[in-house]
């Protein structure tokens, strides 16, 4: 074996996710040790074996598609795995399947689903059945019927009970059925169920079952359940597009786009990553507007998707950047590639108040093979796109480690803020949020700024992701902790109150939690008056962490918000373990809240969740008039934005003696 060999082998062997080779068939000729964890086998017990035998439920079609098969082992709680099957190139028409355990998950999903149906005034049903085999009979309850529309004196077969099912989901039926009578192991089962009326809606049932026996052995009886678990198909399909597309442009998101390149590292032998990124597009924010800017990433993304070739995985990473994984396309292909991409986006006119504006893309490419990590070749590509857009923007640059000749310019960046803190050349501005029924200002958001007067002048969205990547960061964020307490202090109205941001890095930090109750301490601020945010991002970084310091700052009085709430799938999942106080609504949500009913329906579920759990609300990018009265028509009462008041100096706001500044 090989030196490359052995390092993807070892890859393959320690990855989370499980995978095997199987013939045409389904029938497995490796797998590594993760698939054989999760099949209760010996990766020698797993040679051999049909994986949807093993797996109940799945497709032997390589259709590229997630399934969930139920595994109720005896004495075992049951499992759910979702599995695809794909293609495996270069071979005889043999099959890869990729596995993964989502039993949490999906628990999480029904609980929260169970929660909803109760508050819904259409309720799941049950019902049952029994299938007595020699007569080919069918004996169904009330409930049953009831679920399928056939009238309660109906005769019913076999067939009939067949009849029921989607065509498409039959032969899963039969197949699953055919085997629990040879095994006699219990069955389960998801289907689209047909009604007996042809204007029912279409419904989708989870069926679980068992096989009885005569004294000789023979199956006799299959007794199973059905049970209507159509709403909770319908969560399971939003949270999945939550959690794995874009909003704005239906892409697949960051998330998507790092599994599926961690899966072609594991599996393909060589590829490239294109990074693309839109070309001065803070300038068309800024002169025409978020409307435009949307319009405009909206336009490059169909331009994009159009132009995608079989198993090219694009994807919008968020603000202006996207990414392609191209399997088994070389750094000079994918060059090419890329330059025709930037072709067919410089030549679509965007139309905008009767004038038409053009677009350009910067775009750096770093292949990768088999072992690398994904984080590695997604920094390679950064650096080349970086390279590109120092060459003077609209072209396509290949990776060369010559390129970390970018990474001292970001160092320079690092020194340069490093000096503004130890120089007090750091400044805070206060962002109000405000009561929109009242107009009153009911607390501020703290936002960093470097005020060192060089050239360029950089904001912190320029600055503060290289800060995150080192300790600097928290440096920066004990100061301006340290500032806001101050202010506080300056100000005893309990009515003045701040909120500051915590870095995913701070959260790390064991004793940055200590330093707040003992700054909080010596200066005695009221409970209520201090405030954290901690960003959905950062605290899927560290869950843990998170909730530690959220628990002991809230027993201290402090408020605890969860920003960016709904940017991420994660949102339910934090909201069931950190002790928040309050929800801040992503400015995503809002910023279309006036025009189409989408986001309305997602800000009215977000409200509903923070409403029932007893959580405030703060909604941001409020920009204009009519998303005011928009909110309001929500049950939204608190937001932030320039149509309520634009950030000003910390200094403005603690020289007035009430500490209110004016609109």
Known sequence: MTDDEAVRHAVLQNADVGFGVADARGRLQWLNAALARLLGVTEAQGVGVSLPALLPGIAEAADGLPWLSRIAADGAPPRWIEVVCLPLPGTDHRLLYRAMDVTRWREQELVRTDASTRRSPVVGKVGNWEWFVGEDRVVWSDGMREMSGHPADAELDYSAFLGMVHPEDLPLVERTLSRALRTGEPFTYIHRALNADPDADERIFECFGEVFHDRQGVPVRLVGSAHDITQAHQVHVELRKMAEEDPLTGLPNRRSLTRELESQLAVSTTGSLLLIDLDNFKDVNDLRGHKIGDQVMCTLAATLRDRMEDRQFLARLGGDEFAVVMPEVDAAHARAIAQRLAEAVAAVPIDVAGAAIRITISTGVAPFASGHGWEAVLANADLALYASKAAGRNRVTVYDPAHYADTAKRVDVLERVRTALGKGHLALHA?????????????????????????????????????????????????????????????????????????????????????????????????????????????????????????????????????????????????????????????????????????????????????????????????????????????????????????????????????????
């Open 431 to 663: 962002m109000p949020m405000v009561n929109l029924r009242t107009g009153r200002t009911l607390g501020y958001e703290l936002l960093l700024r470097l005020e060192d007067q060089q050239l360029p002048r950089i904001g912190p969205a320029e600055f503060l992701p290289d800060a995150e990547r080192t300790d600097l960061v928290l440096e920066i964020d004990r100061w301006v902790l340290g500032q806001a307490i101050d202010a506080l202090a300056v100000h005893r109205d309990p009515a003045f109150r701040l909120d500051v941001n915590v870095s995913a890095r701070t959260l790390d930090d064991e004793d940055f939690c200590d330093f707040v109750l003992d700054r909080l301490a010596a200066a005695d601020i009221t409970q209520g008056r201090f405030g954290i945010e901690i960003t959905e991002t950062a605290a899927m970084t560290n869950l843990d962490a998170a909730r530690d310091l959220s628990l002991r700052l809230r027993d201290a009085g402090c408020r605890i918000t969860l920003d960016d709430f709904g940017s991420g799938f994660g949102s339910f999942v934090h909201l069931k373990h950190l002790p928040v106080t309050g929800l801040k609504i992503d400015g995503e949500f809002v910023r279309a809240i006036d025009h189409g009913r989408t986001d309305a329906v997602l800000v009215t579920g977000m409200m509903e969740i923070a409403n029932g759990l007893g959580l405030s609300t703060v909604a941001e990018w409020v920009e204009r008039p009519s998303q005011v009265e928009a909110l309001m028509k929500l049950g939204v009462d608190v937001a932030q934005g320039f149509h309520l008041g634009r950030p000003a100096p910390l200094t403005d706001l603690l020289a007035r003696p009430n500490g209110v500044l004016p609109l």
